[in-house]
């Protein structure tokens, strides 16, 4: 399986995003920052720089970034929301926004050693899509590793998003609704992603 394995605050500074976004508190890209004069960007350097924000905030690799935006043209309402919502409904994004792991890339692997059940059944594919109703319950074999008892502590301050609920007694997420746009906390402009595969 293909994964993007470039250096996190490297790339936070290449796109133009803070490593918070990525759930890297403790991280910074402020070395060089007096060096590092660019030139001006094309339109299509600007678009192209949009979706690979998007790409690599999800951990997403491009042939499935591609299917991701050509399911969301075929659906009813805007292209470019509807993508941000296709992968905001990643299992693997659900894991890290209800706080069981510290970054998507953790969620990733955790999702892919079978920690989860979605509805009563084992998932084990960080791409499963999530929908309103859906029950994500951490397995009772795996509520004694501390990694889990660790990250959903240091996430209790984290607001949760308004469409997810938390019950820390069950272990249990739940998916309230779809997400909105402004649910969605990535500074992307969305339609330049629009604009680059639609030429």
């Known amino acids: 399986m293909a994964r993007n394995r470039q250096p996190i605050a490297k790339r936070c500074k290449a796109l133009g995003i803070s490593p918070t976004l990525m759930g890297y508190n403790k991280k910074t890209t402020n070395r060089n920052s007096t060096t590092n004069v ?7 350097s600007i678009q192209l720089q949009e979706k690979q924000k998007v790409k690599f905030v999800y951990g997403v690799l491009e042939k499935q ?13 805007k292209t470019g929301e509807n993508l941000l919502i296709q992968l905001e409904c990643r299992l693997d994004n659900v894991i890290f926004r209800l706080g069981y792991a510290a970054t ?5 692997q955790l999702v892919t050693q079978g920690h989860f059940t979605v ?5 084990n594919i960080p791409s499963y899509q999530v929908k309103p109703g859906m029950v994500i319950t951490l397995r009772e074999r795996s509520r004694s590793i501390e990694r889990f008892k ?5 996430n209790s301050s ?17 998916i309230v609704a779809f997400p ?20």
């Open 150 to 154: 660790e990250n959903l502590e240091a």
């Open 38 to 44: 660019r030139r001006k960007k094309s339109e299509y």
């Open 104 to 108: 998507r890339r953790e969620a990733r």
């Open 65 to 77: 970034f591609r299917g991701y935006y050509e399911r969301a043209a075929r659906m009813p309402g």
């Open 180 to 199: 909105k746009r402004e649910d969605i906390d990535l500074p992307v402009e969305e339609t330049l992603i629009v604009e680059l595969y639609s030429k």
């Open 158 to 174: 984290i607001a949760l998003p308004a469409w997810l609920s938390f019950d820390a007694n069950t272990m249990t997420g739940t």
């Open 119 to 123: 509805n009563g059944r084992k998932v």
